[in-house]
């Protein structure tokens, strides 16, 4: 065997190897980097979601799941919102100023903090420390609540009170309201929790 006839089969081994060791790097690059993608739960988390609220009736509560959180949905009645007026010097924020473009998009930024007055949507989780409030809705002395309470939400792990429209009641540990996720009405009974384009 010449020289020059092992210096082609050493040269056919080293393209041959080179090749098939790029395909094999390819192979496990391709899940490797793919893995950096969202989920389709993931995607599926960020989505919008499209709520058909037309058999809630008067002083009832729906949660759905919006981007891993509670967001609730009640339907608040002629007597809840009617204490709303009532709850205004108790407050903290009774106009939604504090970070609105944070926590109370425009359209909210109302003394109901609603679209439609007797629809609240709310995050159900306390600007505190990340616990969800319980709902509290009865009027009148309770538990942990004062003689005057018209109705609202008791966060229990430290005692921050909200009220019906989801804004905290002054001296408590929440600093802000509750946050009021961006949403639209697609009909009169069907909401788009996540997006506002058109509210």
Not at 19 to 42: D, I, L, T
Not at 73 to 88: C, G, M, S, V
Not at 164 to 177: E, H, L, Q
Request: charged letters at 25%.
């Amino acid at each position: 065997m010449s020289e020059q006839q092992v210096d082609n089969s050493k040269r056919t081994w080293l393209i041959a190897s080179g090749c098939a060791g790029v395909v094999g790097g390819a192979g496990v690059a391709v899940p490797f980097v793919s893995s950096f993608q969202p989920s389709e739960r993931a995607r599926a988390a960020g989505a919008a979601v499209e709520v058909d609220i037309s058999a809630l009736k008067p002083g009832e509560k729906m949660t759905v799941e919006w981007r891993g959180k509670p967001v609730w949905i009640i339907k608040r009645t002629e007597e809840q919102l009617a204490a709303l007026k009532t709850n205004d010097e108790f407050l903290a924020d009774p106009t939604s100023q504090r970070k609105p473009d944070e926590l109370t998009p425009a359209y909210a930024r109302n003394e109901h903090r609603s679209i439609k007055a007797d629809v609240m949507v709310a995050v159900g989780i306390c600007t505190h420390l990340g616990c969800s409030p319980s709902d509290k809705f009865s009027p009148g002395a309770q538990p942990s609540l004062p003689d005057t309470w018209t109705g609202g939400f008791l966060c229990a792990c430290h005692g921050s009170t909200f009220d019906m429209a989801g804004r905290v009641f002054k001296n408590k540990p929440a600093p802000d309201n509750l946050e009021v996720p961006p949403h639209m009405y697609l009909s009169e009974t069907t909401l788009l929790i996540g997006e506002d384009k058109k509210a």
